[in-house]
């Protein structure tokens, strides 16, 4: 309680910082802004649009346009705006054909989410004063839409309400449903309240703080709903001694819950090793939330069961009526199913999986733009306002950053700017502005097609592959492309060149894990070949969903590319998940088999104790994970979703389904191990030692019959 109180007090103090830093080092994009930092230290920030339309008349009527002016003179005037370039300046080129559409530039002093939102909201309130029904002003830009993020504090009420319902039929207890809801929230604000402060010493992108809060909801929930149900097996076991069923719950479950909590942070800190700054925050952030959560689950709820011990080992009135159906009818005679069916579950199981997945091989990876927001908010009327007047193209301008091989050679920039205008796909070119120093100049090029399309990709390619080293050559100049969506297209291949790295480095980590725990070769392979067909299969329904716009009219989604770091961050996420279930499922199967059980026997007991408890947490995972598809955030959304279907798939598909039946078909020989790797490795039991005695609870199944298992 202490530590939450002094995170809370610290986070109201000190406040958050989260900055989206897309710095990468070695790209074009990121040597254009460097170049210009140097000649243009004024106009290196981002730029914003102020679009207008004029609802009656043109916008070059006086009344219009003295409206304009003085609202662009007062938006100049902010604080961080260092020049507003009007769109009734000689070649600006910035009103439409029929003059009802124009758009003013906003240069700011910093990237947009360097700047704080109270700064940018003032822009926005500045611009919308001059609103009337003569005129519509609407803004985009990413400091804009930096300042309209959507809060989820909806969707995370939703998913806690969700989560309590599954609690309480899962516990029938309103004492018992309520621990592991209270020590998630305990251990949850703890960590949110370290990651606010962690944000002020590392950049962390925007997306941060929602994502720890998803992770750690979920995972915090499942660890406590773990150890609390592990608590209720041993009270009633030993005829209702508080402290030794504790004691019992915490070396046995609490051990899978610790190593559980590890595999999760090893995978989320994986995401390190790919070397991009802009992963390290989403990296901290979800591992602190998860390990505060995992630190509550081992403190603070064994604190709360000594306290109200008696009241949560006795069975609730739903659970005393559903209790033994499920723990000995429904999961007896699943797993006999199964043991006697093993080739067509699996065959079944793996089906279904590849045909989830099938969509991933049309992923494209990239940023979506405004034209994906809701059309509530200002960034997207002003991205159709811009699209109606000018083309798609002009919502993402590329800028080229040329050095010249001389002080105020126009030669070189008069050509560029004519090689520019006769490149397929370009709209149109601004005129050149020369640097005070006169040795850099930058030239505005406005695509087609918009900042998301792929045709926007291949341009920015063509120009850098065949349009720029010519002129090069020809004049001594060096030009970079830049601007906000070119860093997107350098992000997203930097991204995608290093995947394999970052997808070996966690499955190997996670590989050596099992292998030390478990003394068995086969059960590392079994978990890193399930865990990536369960990533395939819900990255699938992300691709089949939010990029092929499969069931938009019901969702209301609008297809797009995937946020590049997306498959990076839900592998990270869903590999330390799907670790969670197999550690717990595996971990109650090796128990009995070193305890003299036989390997069907061992499975068909390990599933029938763990079943109920673990499709009870990965619905609690997916109540929670899909409550935030609901946020109106499109990066949240797509994880919301992703990890939900991830979830629903490894506890349903693989834990019930495909890894019973690869076990019943490997048999013996999945715990096979070499003797000489067995004295080499260290150990790390996760379950008691052999010589005790296990609960009279699960003496009484071991010897009941195995009907209908062969």
């Known amino acids: 309680m202490l530590v939450l109180v002094a ?8 406040g958050s910082r989260y900055v989206n830093d897309y710095h990468l080092s070695n790209t074009g994009s990121q040597r254009a802004r460097d170049l210009l930092q140097q000649g243009f230290p004024q106009q290196a920030g981002d730029r914003d649009q102020i679009v207008v339309r004029a609802r009656a008349g043109t916008l070059l009527s006086p009344p219009v346009r003295r409206r304009v002016e003085s609202m662009l003179r007062q938006v100049a005037a902010l604080p961080h705006v260092t020049s507003v370039t009007s769109p009734y300046a000689p070649g600006a080129g910035a009103i439409s054909r029929d003059r009802t559409i124009g758009f003013a530039s906003a240069v700011l002093a910093k990237t947009g989410n360097a700047v704080d939102d109270a700064t940018t909201r003032r822009l926005i309130s500045t611009a919308e004063a001059a609103r009337s029904p003569a005129l519509q002003v609407e803004l985009g830009g990413p400091a804009i839409e930096q300042a309209q993020r959507t809060a989820i504090g909806s969707s995370m009420i939703i998913g806690l309400g969700a989560a309590v319902v599954v609690l309480l039929l899962s516990f029938g207890s309103l004492l018992a449903m309520g621990l592991p809801i209270v020590t998630a929230l305990f251990g949850l604000g703890s960590g949110i309240g ?8 590392i950049a962390m992108p925007d997306f941060s703080g929602e994502l720890a809060l998803m992770i750690g909801l979920g995972v915090g929930v499942d660890y406590a709903l773990f150890i609390v149900t592990r608590y209720r097996e041993a009270y009633r076991a030993n005829g209702g001694h508080v402290g030794d069923a504790v004691a019992v719950a915490m070396n046995t479950a609490g051990r899978a819950v610790i190593f559980a909590g590890i595999t999760v942070v090893i995978s989320l800190m994986g995401m390190c090793v790919l070397g991009l700054a802009f992963l390290y925050g989403p990296a901290i952030a979800s591992s602190l939330a998860v390990l505060l959560v995992l630190a509550a689950s081992l403190t603070l709820l064994p604190a709360l069961l000594g306290f109200a011990g008696h009241r949560i080992g006795r069975r609730g009135r739903l659970s005393r009526r559903t209790g033994a159906r499920l723990d000995g009818g429904a999961w007896g005679w699943w797993i006999g199913w199964i043991q006697r069916r093993p080739w067509l579950a699996a065959a079944a199981a793996t089906g279904l999986l590849l045909l989830l997945a099938s969509p ?3 992923l494209r990876l990239g940023n979506t733009d405004a034209g994906n927001d809701p059309s509530s908010q200002t960034p997207r009327r002003a991205y159709d306002l811009l699209a109606e007047g000018f083309g798609r193209g002009f919502n993402g301008p590329l800028l080229l950053v040329a050095r010249l091989p001389r002080h105020g050679d126009t030669t070189a920039l008069d050509r560029l700017a004519v090689a520019l205008r006769g490149t397929p796909d370009v709209a149109a070119v601004t005129p050149p502005r020369l640097s005070p120093g006169g040795d850099v100049a930058t030239i505005s090029a406005f695509p087609v097609s918009s900042p998301q399309s792929s045709e926007t990709e291949t341009l920015v390619s063509r120009l850098r592959a065949e349009v720029i080293p010519p002129l090069e050559r020809a004049t001594g100049a060096t030009v970079f492309v830049g601007g906000f969506t070119a860093s997107q297209i350098d992000f997203a291949h930097v991204i995608a060149s290093k995947l394999w ?6 499955i190997m980590l996670s590989a050596l894990l099992l292998l030390v725990v478990f003394r068995s070769l086969l059960i590392p392979l079994q978990a890193a070949v399930m865990n990536v067909l369960s990533i395939a299969a819900s990255l699938g329904v992300v691709v089949a969903v939010f990029q092929l716009g499969w069931g938009g009219s019901l969702t209301g989604v609008e297809g ?10 839900v592998f990270a996420i869903v590999f330390g998940l799907s670790m969670d279930y197999e550690v717990f499922l595996v971990s109650r199967i090796h128990e009995a ?12 007991l390990g599933l029938m104790r763990t079943g109920r408890v673990v499709t009870a947490a990965a619905a609690v995972m997916v109540v929670v994970f899909a409550s935030f598809i609901l946020s109106g955030d499109r990066t949240i959304a797509l994880f919301g979703l992703g990890l939900a279907s991830a979830v629903l798939l490894d506890a349903v598909v693989i834990r019930c389904v495909l890894l019973p039946a690869v076990l019943e078909l490997l048999g013996r020989s999945t715990w096979w191990f070499p003797a000489w790797l067995d004295r080499v490795l260290p150990r790390l039991a996760i379950e008691p030692p052999e010589e005790e005695e296990l609960p009279a609870l699960e003496l009484e199944e071991r010897e009941r019959p195995l009907a209908g298992v062969r």
Do not use: C, D, T
């Open 7 to 14: 995170a809370v007090a610290v986070w109201n103090g000190a």
């Open 194 to 201: 370290l990651v606010a402060l962690v944000s002020r010493v």
């Open 360 to 362: 991933v091989l049309g």
């Open 501 to 506: 790295i970052f997808f070996l480095a966690v």
């Open 560 to 569: 797009g590319p995937i946020q590049a770091f997306l498959p990076v961050m």
């Open 593 to 604: 088999w070193v305890h003299g059980s036989s390997a069907s026997e061992a499975v068909r």
